[in-house]
């Protein structure tokens, strides 16, 4: 997965980063550097089934 913020809805550049997720149930941690944003963008690169789409139960960012 990639994480991208912005402080307009069009104006995603490079990643603040790209991690691998673990094909789990479990909760996930995805460090991200400090940044001030509007928007976040969490793009899914790949996938485990091969079915062509991915899915996300909850997601949630934490920070000040």
Do not use: H, K, M
Not at 12 to 35: G, M
Request: glycine fraction near 8%.
């Amino acid at each position: 997965v990639e994480v991208s913020v912005s402080n307009t809805r069009d104006g995603f550049n490079t990643p603040l980063v790209q991690a691998t997720l673990q094909r789990s149930r479990e909760p996930q941690v995805i460090q991200c550097p400090e940044s001030v944003a509007r928007y976040v963008r969490l793009r899914v690169l790949t996938e485990y089934t091969r079915g062509g789409f991915a899915t996300v139960a909850e997601f949630g960012i934490l920070g000040e």
